[in-house]
């Protein structure tokens, strides 16, 4: 691999942060088609799945959540940068060229899963 070639991480961080949010709450499924993607129609089935899901969570009303844990991630989550239209755009473009990317996407979401501590 080139040294010149920019991390995925760092070309795509809304999405990256998109899927953290999935599997942060153990919402494997847009993950799943990412990874089985054999066209673009599925890639943005998938990809629009988990941006639905993510802005549902980052939207999502605080202040009526009980447990003290749950609401503290919500309002964390309020402070979660998503893609942009620029962003989609970007990605939707090099998705064109190269399908694999959406599975390159799916395994890394995996290696994100949060290590709970103790």
């Known amino acids: 691999m080139s040294g010149k070639k920019e991390n995925i991480r760092d070309k795509y961080p809304g999405f990256v942060n998109v ?8 919402m494997y499924t847009p993950i799943d088609k990412l990874a089985r993607a054999l066209n673009q129609a599925m ?4 990809l629009y799945e988990a941006l639905r899901y993510a802005i ?3 939207r999502k009303e605080c202040e009526t959540i009980s447990d003290e844990a749950e609401r503290k991630k919500c309002e964390e989550r309020k402070a979660i940068k998503l893609p942009d239209e620029e962003e989609v755009n970007r990605l939707l473009m090099e998705l064109e060229r190269d399908l694999g990317i959406a599975q390159q996407l799916a395994l890394m979401a ?3 899963i949060p290590r709970k501590e103790g």
Request: no cysteine; net charge neutral.
């Open 56 to 58: 549902t969570e980052v």
């Open 110 to 112: 995996l290696t994100w």
């Open 43 to 46: 890639v943005r089935s998938a």
């Open 19 to 26: 899927l953290k949010i999935l599997v942060e709450d153990k």
